[in-house]
C-alpha cells in the first residue's frame, strides 16, 4: 500500500468492502519582501491545513473495484506582524470573506479502477489503471485575488481586499491514474510507483481555470527486521501544477514544482492497518522556494505528517459476490 493513499495498492475481491481514510497536517512557514506600494514592509506568516478524507472502496468484481472519497477540513493563516494588510490577516478557510465562500466541505471524488495484473498473495506484479471525476464544493474564491481598481481621487491601482485560499478550487476535474506494483520475499518486500493526472474539465463560475495536476511517485516497503520492528516505508513524490488563470489572465505563482521525500511506519492490528507517515516538501520552480530565487525573495519552510487507515469489513455484498 502507497504511503498516504489509503485505497491504493489494495485489489479487492467481488462483493468485498473496505474503508479507509487518509488524515493530513501540512504546516508553512512563509515570508516574502513587500509587493505593495501601500504597504511599505514585508510579509510574513503561517498556514496550516487539516484534512481528513474518509473513503469507501468496493469491489464490483474480481478485477474491478469503485471508490469515493470526501475531503473536509479547515485552513488557517497565521499572520505575523502588527500591520494590516488588504493581502493576509488572521483567518479560517471556514469562514466567509469578501472573495470567498467559507465552509469546512472540500472537493470529493469517484475513482474506478481496474486490476489489469494480479499475483494474488505471492510475489509478483500488480498494475492497476485508474479512471475518477472529481466535484468541487461551493466553498471556493469568488474572485481573483490579484484584481485591483483605480481610486478615483488619486487614480492610483490598489488591490481589493481579499484572501488566497478555499477548501476547494471549484472546478470539475478527470483524473487518470497507473499504479504499478512488485511484491517480494526480500527487502524491500513492496516497491513501485504511481503516475497521476488530474486535468480541469472546465472553468468555475468564477472564471477560475485551474491548474493541472501531474504527479510521480515511488515508495520502497521493507519489513519489520529493523530496530523499531516494524515495516518502514520510504517515499517521494514529484509533482507539478500547470499556470491557472482566472477569466483568461494568468494567476501569479500558480505553476509549481514540488519534490516530496518522506518515511512512513506500519502498524497493524485487529481493527485496522495504519501507516504513520512524515514528508517533508520542496518547492524547486514555485513563488515560495526555499532558495528565495524570485524577484520578491519568497521562502517557506513546509512540513506534513499523515495518518491513514484501512479496513477491509468481514461483510461481502452478496448480489456482487460469484
Known amino acids: 500500500m502507497p504511503v498516504g493513499n489509503s485505497d491504493q495498492g489494495v485489489g479487492l475481491g467481488a462483493g468485498d468492502v ?18 505593495d506600494p501601500n504597504e511599505p514592509f514585508d ?22 473495484n469503485i471508490s469515493f472519497q470526501q475531503v473536509l477540513g479547515d485552513r488557517h493563516m497565521g499572520w505575523d506582524l ?5 493581502h493576509h490577516r488572521p483567518e479560517h478557510s471556514h469562514s466567509n470573506f469578501l472573495n ?25 506484479s500488480r498494475l492497476f489503471i485508474g479512471f475518477g471525476y472529481g466535484i468541487p ?10 484584481d485591483k481598481y483605480t481610486d478615483d481621487q488619486d487614480e492610483e491601482e490598489y488591490y481589493f481586499e481579499h484572501r488566497h485560499f478555499a477548501m476547494s ?3 470539475h476535474k478527470g483524473q487518470f491514474e497507473l499504479q504499478y506494483y512488485y511484491k517480494k520475499i526480500t527487502n524491500p518486500v513492496f516497491l513501485g ?19 493541472r495536476l501531474s504527479e510521480f511517485s515511488l515508495s520502497l516497503l521493507f519489513n519489520k527486521n529493523n530496530p523499531l520492528k516494524v515495516p518502514i516505508s ?3 513524490v514529484i509533482s507539478h501544477e500547470s499556470e491557472a488563470f482566472w477569466n483568461g489572465n494568468p494567476a501569479p505563482n500558480s505553476e509549481n514544482t514540488i519534490m516530496t521525500p518522506g518515511i512512513g511506519f506500519f502498524f497493524s492490528s485487529n481493527f485496522a492497518t495504519l501507516t504513520l507517515n512524515i514528508q517533508k516538501p520542496y518547492y524547486l520552480n514555485s513563488a515560495i522556494s526555499e532558495e528565495g530565487g524570485t524577484d520578491y525573495h519568497e521562502e517557506a519552510h513546509v512540513w506534513q505528517v499523515s495518518l491513514s487507515m484501512r479496513k477491509i469489513l468481514d461483510y461481502t455484498i452478496p448480489w456482487l459476490y460469484w
Do not use: C
Open 18 to 35: 473496505m474503508l479507509s481514510s487518509d488524515m493530513f497536517y501540512q504546516f508553512i512557514d512563509w515570508r516574502h519582501d513587500q509587493i
Open 43 to 64: 510579509h510574513k506568516g503561517t498556514l496550516a491545513t487539516s484534512l481528513i478524507v474518509p473513503k469507501i472502496t468496493i469491489g464490483l468484481s474480481d478485477w474491478w
Open 82 to 86: 502588527p500591520d494590516s494588510s488588504t
Open 100 to 124: 470567498a465562500v467559507g465552509g469546512y466541505l472540500g472537493d470529493s471524488r469517484l475513482m474506478l479502477r481496474y486490476l489489469a495484473l494480479n499475483t494474488g498473495r505471492g510475489a509478483g
Open 137 to 146: 464544493s461551493k466553498n471556493t474564491l469568488t474572485k481573483s485575488p490579484f
Open 169 to 171: 478550487d471549484g472546478v
Open 193 to 211: 510507483g504511481t503516475v497521476k493526472i488530474v486535468e480541469p474539465l472546465s472553468d468555475n463560475k468564477y472564471g477560475f481555470s485551474g491548474s
Open 234 to 236: 520510504t517515499n517521494i
